[in-house]
């Protein structure tokens, strides 16, 4: 069994009902329920949460609700690791095997249809653990300076002044939109950056983190000259 899990608890501080509000015309988390619904790659998705409202959309746009995450699971300081691991060992409990399961973030409006077949499709070939998305970083991580507490500036990497851009080796990050796994992995806890892990490259412009309200305008810009673009 291939499962999709969306975690999306209420308690959104920074972006107030980050996961529901309106994205260029509907609730933020919807986008990542069609992308996961129109894949093809799951025989269920699911969203996991603590939230009434956000459990009534989600079943609006298709994606089933199973059972309420715990109250503990649920806080600002709670990893994704432990939420995905929650819902394997419940869908478990209750007579599913799942074996391999993709988080997909609900603030993730760039998720594309392509990638996280691509996802599986990487997980399943490299008989990995883990396999997620990725990005790299605009400016070489090892030329990067820090703003002393006296207001001045000094390098992480100082002896890197003088190395030319072109001779950095290349620097990614997550790019925050979904993780596949083995079903054992996240149950064991396994750590998602590792060797174990495999990546899916994703183009810079189609990865923006939404934490702020400026992000989101950010991110809203993007996502209508993408659409534009395409439809031309």
Known sequence: ??????????????????????FCGKPMIARSIESALESGCFDRVIVSTDDAEIAEISREYGAAVPFMRPAELSDDHTGTV???RHAV??????GERPEQVCCIYATAPFVSVEDIRQGLAALVANGCDYAFSVTSYAFPIQRAIRITPQGRVEMFQPEHFNTRSQDIEEAFHDAGQFYWGRAGAWL??????????TPVILPRHRVQDIDTAEDWERAEWM?????AQAER
């Open 1 to 22: 069994m291939r499962l999709a899990v969306i975690p999306a608890r209420g308690g959104s501080k920074r972006i107030p009902r980050k996961n529901i509000k309106p």
């Open 188 to 197: 064991e806890g396994k750590a998602l950056f590792g060797l174990h892990s």
């Open 82 to 84: 432990p939420v995905i």
């Open 89 to 94: 060992e419940w869908l478990i409990a209750n």
């Open 223 to 227: 996502f209508k000259a993408m659409h």
